[in-house]
C-alpha cells in the first residue's frame, strides 16, 4: 500500500471546528504559560551551562527545564532499553525529539547547525559534520562511536519529520551502515485532546515549533524501546534500513512508505509553487484558461494585457467587453495591420497604388503617369481620401472628378468611422457597397475602352 | 456562447469597416442577425476575373470562432473550387478534423486566430491562382487545364454581369 505524500505530514497547526473555540479561550492562559516559562527556563538554561558536565545536579536542573518547557518524556517497554547499543534510530517528529530521548536515555545527535560548543553539547548536539556532506559525517560517526566513553549517538533515520500519525518515511540507509547492533525506538508525541495544536507542522522551523510548545500546556513524549536489532550475516545497509523501518511501524502501528527526504523537498516546493500561484492571480491556471477564452474573441490583445484585466473582472464576457469598449486601465493596440493580400495575387501592388492615388486630385492635368509614380500619401491623406470617396453618394460627382484621372478608381471601401448605432452603419454599408460596385464598373468601361452611355459618351 | 460570437463578429466589422483590403467589402447583411454577412469581393487585377465585384454570404455557427463560418457566393460563378451552387471549398473555412479532400494542411486551416478578414483574402487568392488539384466544379477545372482561352471568356462574362454590364 502506498501513502501519498500529502498524508504524510501535517500541514495545518491549528486545529478546526471546536477545537478552535477551546484554542481561542486558553490563548490568553497560553500567552501568559509562554512568557513564564520564557523567564524560567531562560535562568534554568543558564544555570545549567555554567554547571560541570555528567553531573546529577545538571542531570536534574535539566530535567526541570525541560519539565517547564512543557516537555515531559515517558517510557514504554523499559524491559526492552539496552545501555550499551552504541546507535539509537528513532523516528522523528519534532526538533525536539532527540533532547526527549536524551532525558531518559543519554545520548547525542548529529548537529544540523553550526551551534557553539557549549550550546551544542547542552542540546545534546554534536558536530559531525552533516552539512560537509555524507563521506565526512561517514567518517566522523565512525570515529565517534570508536570512543567508548561517548554516549551513544541517536539517528533519526528517516531524515526529515512527518506528522507520525500514518506512515514512516523511507530509512536512509547510511544510519546502518555504521555498527552491526542498533537499539529501535519509536517516539510519539501527545498534547490535550481539547488543544491539539501540532508539534510540528510542514515548513515550520523548529523556533516556531519551540514557542508552540512553550504556548502548549504540556507536550508528552512517549520513547517506546523496541529492541535491539542486529544486522544479518549477508544483510546489506538498505535490506537492514528496510528491516529496522519495518519493525519501528509496526511497533507504533504506523504503515511504511516509499517517500524520501528528496521527496519532501519537492512536496514542500510543489505547494509553495500553488501557494505562490494562488497569491499572484496573474499565475492561476484558471485565469490562464480564460483569458484563452477572450484571445479566442480578441486574438490581437497579449495575454498578459487579458490577464491583467481578468484579475480584476474574475469573468470572461466582462473582460471581453471591456477590451471592446477601451475600458481597460492600459492602451489596447490596434490590431495589427494585415498585408493587403497574399503575395500570389499578381495584381496586389498595382492596386494598392491606384488606391494610394487620389480620386479627388484639383487638376486634372495630374494624369495617371504622375499618379501611378507619387509616393504614397500619408495615413491621413489617405483617410480623407477613401472618406470622401465612401461618402460621396452620388456617382456623378465622383464620376466627374474620377473620369479626369482615369486608372485612379480607389478600390478601398473603408468607412471615415465606425458608426455608433445600427441604421448608421448599415447606411454606410450599403453605400459602400454601392461604391465599390461603381468604381469597379468605371475600371472595367476604362479598361475595355467600352461606351457606356453615362459614363463616357 | 453566442455573446460571445457576436463581440467577436462586432470587433471584425469594425475592423473590417475602418480599415478594410483592398477590394473587399464585408458586414452583417441586416444587423438584426449578426450571424449573416454579405461580402463583396473584387476579382484581383491581371486575372480574368479583374474588375468583377462578387457578392457572397457569409453564415457564422452560434459558437463562432471556435467552428468557421460557411460562405457561398450569391452570383452566378465558374472556377474550380467554387461548387455550381457558389459554396466555396477552401481549407480555411475547414476545422480540421473535418477533411473533405484529404490533402489539406492543418496549418491552413480553421482556428479562433483566422478571422473573416483572412478567409476573404483567401477566397481572392483563390480567385487568382485555381487549385485544380481539390475540384469542386470539375467541369470548371477541366477547363481551366485545358481551354483557358473559354475559360477566361466565361470569366470575362461573369465579370460583365456582376457589373450589370452586357456581353458584346
Redesign the interface.
Known amino acids: 500500500m502506498t501513502v501519498p505524500i500529502e498524508a504524510m505530514y501535517t500541514k495545518n497547526r491549528f486545529p478546526s471546528g471546536p477545537s478552535l473555540f477551546f484554542l481561542m479561550l486558553y490563548t490568553p492562559l497560553g500567552i501568559i504559560l509562554f512568557l513564564l516559562r520564557i523567564f524560567i527556563s531562560l535562568q534554568l538554561f543558564l544555570a545549567a551551562c555554567v554547571l560541570p558536565h555528567n553531573t546529577l545536579i545538571r542531570h536534574v536542573v535539566l530535567r526541570v527545564l525541560y519539565s517547564v518547557l512543557g516537555l515531559v518524556v515517558r517510557e514504554e517497554s523499559v524491559e526492552n532499553r539496552d545501555t550499551s547499543c552504541r546507535i539509537i534510530t528513532t523516528n522523528h517528529i519534532t526538533p525536539f525529539d532527540h533532547l526527549a530521548v536524551s532525558i531518559v536515555l543519554p545520548c547525542v545527535t548529529p548537529s544540523l547547525y553550526d551551534l557553539p560548543g557549549a550550546l551544542s553539547s547542552l542540546l545534546c548536539y554534536r558536530d559531525l559534520g552533516v552539512t560537509r556532506g555524507r563521506e565526512v559525517l561517514r567518517a566522523n560517526a565512525r570515529a565517534y562511536l570508536s570512543n567508548a566513553d561517548c554516549p551513544p549517538l541517536l539517528l533519526h533515520p528517516e531524515g526529515a519529520t512527518t506528522s507520525g500519525n500514518l506512515a514512516l518515511m523511507k530509512y536512509g540507509s547510511w544510519a546502518f551502515e555504521l555498527n552491526g547492533t542498533v537499539l529501535v525506538a519509536g517516539v510519539q508525541v501527545w498534547r490535550p485532546p481539547l488543544l491539539p495544536l501540532a508539534p510540528s507542522v510542514l515548513g515550520a522551523s523548529w523556533a516556531a515549533d519551540l514557542c508552540f510548545m512553550l504556548f502548549s500546556p504540556i507536550t508528552l513524549f512517549t520513547i517506546r524501546y523496541i529492541g535491539t536489532v542486529k544486522r544479518k550475516e549477508g544483510e546489506s545497509a538498505d535490506e537492514f534500513a528496510v528491516r529496522v523501518q519495518a519493525t519501528t511501524a509496526s511497533a507504533l502501528k504506523l504503515t511504511t512508505s516509499h517517500h524520501t527526504v528528496a521527496d519532501k523537498v519537492e512536496y514542500m516546493k510543489r505547494l509553495a509553487r500553488e501557494a505562490a500561484a494562488a497569491a499572484n492571480p496573474m499565475l492561476s491556471p484558471e485565469v490562464h484558461r480564460m483569458a484563452q477564452?477572450v484571445?479566442?474573441?480578441?486574438?490581437h490583445i497579449s495575454i498578459d494585457q487579458i490577464k491583467r484585466d481578468l484579475v480584476h473582472t474574475q469573468n470572461?464576457?466582462l473582460t471581453?467587453?471591456n477590451f471592446?469598449e477601451g475600458n481597460v486601465l492600459e492602451p489596447v493596440p490596434d490590431?495589427p495591420?494585415?498585408?493587403?493580400?497574399?503575395v500570389?495575387?499578381?495584381?496586389?501592388v498595382?492596386?494598392?497604388s491606384s488606391?494610394f492615388s487620389s480620386a479627388h486630385k484639383p487638376s486634372p492635368s495630374s494624369s495617371s503617369s504622375s499618379s501611378s509614380s507619387s509616393p504614397p500619401a500619408s495615413p491621413q491623406e489617405l483617410k480623407g481620401t477613401t472618406g470622401g470617396a465612401a461618402a460621396s453618394p452620388s456617382p456623378s460627382s465622383s464620376s466627374s472628378s474620377s473620369g479626369a484621372s482615369p486608372k485612379s478608381f480607389p478600390?478601398?471601401?473603408?468607412?471615415v468611422?465606425?458608426g455608433k448605432s445600427?441604421t448608421e452603419?448599415?447606411a454606410?454599408?450599403e453605400m459602400?457597397?454601392a461604391q465599390?460596385?461603381e468604381n469597379?464598373?468605371r475600371?472595367?468601361?476604362e479598361?475595355h475602352g467600352?461606351q457606356?452611355p453615362g459614363y463616357n459618351c | 456562447m453566442a455573446?460571445?460570437a457576436l463581440?467577436?463578429l462586432?470587433?471584425e466589422?469594425?475592423?473590417l469597416?475602418?480599415?478594410?483590403?483592398?477590394?473587399?467589402?464585408a458586414?452583417?447583411t441586416?444587423?438584426?442577425n449578426f450571424f449573416e454577412w454579405?461580402a463583396?469581393i473584387?476579382g484581383?487585377?491581371?486575372?480574368c476575373f479583374?474588375?468583377?465585384?462578387f457578392p457572397a454570404k457569409l453564415i457564422f455557427p452560434p459558437d463562432y470562432?471556435?467552428s468557421p463560418p460557411k460562405m457561398q457566393f450569391t452570383c452566378e460563378m465558374f472556377h474550380p473550387n467554387i461548387y455550381s451552387d457558389g459554396r466555396v471549398c477552401i481549407s480555411i473555412l475547414h476545422a480540421p478534423g473535418d477533411d473533405p479532400m484529404g490533402y489539406e494542411t492543418s496549418a491552413e486551416r480553421w482556428s479562433?486566430?483566422q478571422?473573416v478578414?483572412?478567409i476573404l483574402?483567401?477566397v481572392?487568392?483563390m480567385l487568382?491562382?485555381p487549385n485544380d488539384e481539390s475540384s469542386a466544379n470539375v467541369d470548371a477545372a477541366k477547363m481551366w487545364r485545358d481551354d483557358r482561352d473559354q475559360f477566361n471568356k466565361i470569366a470575362e462574362k461573369l465579370?460583365?454581369k456582376?457589373?450589370?454590364?452586357s456581353y458584346p
Open positions: 477564452q484571445q479566442e474573441v480578441l486574438p470572461v464576457d471581453i467587453t471592446l490590431p495591420p494585415l498585408p493587403l493580400a497574399p500570389n495575387i499578381p495584381s496586389a498595382p492596386a494598392a488606391a478600390l478601398n471601401t473603408a468607412a468611422s465606425f445600427a452603419r448599415m454606410s454599408f459602400r457597397k465599390l460596385i469597379a464598373r475600371k472595367f468601361i479598361k467600352l457606356v | 455573446g460571445r463581440k467577436r462586432m470587433t466589422y469594425k475592423q469597416t475602418l480599415n478594410p483590403p483592398e477590394g473587399i467589402i458586414g452583417p441586416n444587423e438584426e454579405e463583396l473584387m484581383p487585377e491581371g486575372t479583374e474588375c468583377g465585384v470562432p471556435l479562433p486566430v478571422s478578414e483572412k483574402l483567401s481572392v487568392s487568382a491562382e465579370v460583365r456582376t457589373l450589370n454590364l
